[in-house]
């Protein structure tokens, strides 16, 4: 069952989302849908530490449910201002992304927005 749309929030990534937050991302066929090679944890946390620290980028945890499930941000990127997700496997399907940019676009001021998405994600 989807969950409901009030069970769906974001919030600041914090210190003990990151084993979470890098499992979510080393998933072969997560990796593989979203078309972006894993990291391996150095990488990831380096990565981590420094969109955390950037003010020009907003990066949130999603929640459903008060589970950790994802992370969604916007950030400058060819000439813009993109958005782009990443949702855990086991959540797909359920509503949850939408949500998710919902609720990101009502906090980013910045318009135009525009993401991009690889031909074979469905």
């Known amino acids: 069952m989807p969950p409901s749309p009030s069970s769906v929030s974001l919030r600041e990534v914090r210190d003990g989302d990151l084993e979470t937050l890098f499992a979510h991302q080393v998933d072969p066929e997560a990796a593989a849908m979203a078309d972006f090679p894993s990291r391996d944890r150095a990488a990831f946390l380096e990565h981590m530490a420094r969109i955390r620290s ?13 589970e950790v499930v994802g992370t969604i941000g916007s950030f400058d990127a060819h000439g813009g201002r993109e958005v782009g997700y990443w949702i855990d496997r086991a959540h797909w399907g359920r509503g949850i992304a939408s949500r998710a940019l919902e609720l990101l676009v009502a906090e980013e001021p910045t318009r135009p927005l525009q993401a991009g998405v690889v031909s074979h994600n469905v």
């Open 54 to 66: 950037d003010p020009e980028v907003r990066y949130r945890v999603i929640e459903a449910d008060r």
